[in-house]
């Protein structure tokens, strides 16, 4: 079927208490894994490219990769970009056929990211695209607790940037790290609460692979309903392909290893939609 937008799949998320997976893809093997594998758990699903995987793939390579394989089949696919921080390409992927952007503003003065990200808004709104914004600021792996901490949303900001910025969903800083590859971070199930009450938004969970899986369900429970893997496929790819190599140290054709590698992805997908819920939703 056609792309469909952010908000399309996060309302009956927020309504129904489950999450929608969104996961991070970088060639056309993430692609396929990623939409395959959704297909087989009757899921809807958020392909997303953040502006590195845009730089490695081309925009028009990815945006044509995701319609082709969401046109091929029955559930609901999103086409949203990643940690948008760029303006221009902001501008152009909502020009090209990105159903949802994220403009992350996390990193400047709460003014700033307000207007910045009503400026996308204003400019997505027309074309019928969502927006996602970022309040607080989910670090990468190296911090301290006490600086997780320090970042994380406030629920009253979090109430103004909402009503000030007109977003489709918010991404919150409740406890978890980028890149971590081991799921050990514990969320502020609280807080997450406190947002959610404060803003009516769908909030998204970044930073998910390295969430402990009980902490995960209960902060779906508490409003979460967008969770983003990025590291967690890395990861799986990477092992598929050293495994596969491995086997095979003389192979020439790349196929097989690559081959190796999507089904990795495919089925930390599939566990990953499970957990969230989201199995059978579409
Ligand atoms: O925006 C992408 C996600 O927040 C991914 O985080 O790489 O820690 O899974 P992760
Ligand atoms: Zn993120």
Known sequence: MPLVTLREVLVPAAEQGYAVGAFNANNL????????????????VIVQASQGAIRHAGLAHITEMVRV?????????????????????????????????????SDLPLEENIRLTARVVEWARPAGVSVEGELGRVPRVGVTAEEVRALMTDPDEAAR??????????????????????????????RVAAIRRATALPLVLHGSSGVAEDSLREAIRAGICKVNFATSLNVAFRRGLAEAMAEDPAGVDPRPYLARAREEVATAVRERIHLLGCSGRA
């Open 161 to 190: 940037f909402a009503r000030e910025t007109g977003i489709d969903a918010l991404a919150v800083a409740v406890g978890s790290v980028h890149q971590m590859t081991q799921q050990r971070a514990v969320l502020d199930v609280p």
């Open 29 to 44: 093997e993430y692609v396929q894994a990623i939409v395959t594998a959704a297909t087989a758990e009757r899921a809807p």
């Open 69 to 105: 394989a969401a046109r091929e089949v029955p559930i609901p696919v999103v086409l949203h970009l990643d940690h948008g921080r760029d303006l221009e390409l902001v501008r152009q992927c909502i020009e090209i056929g990105f159903t949802s952007v994220m403009f992350d503003g």
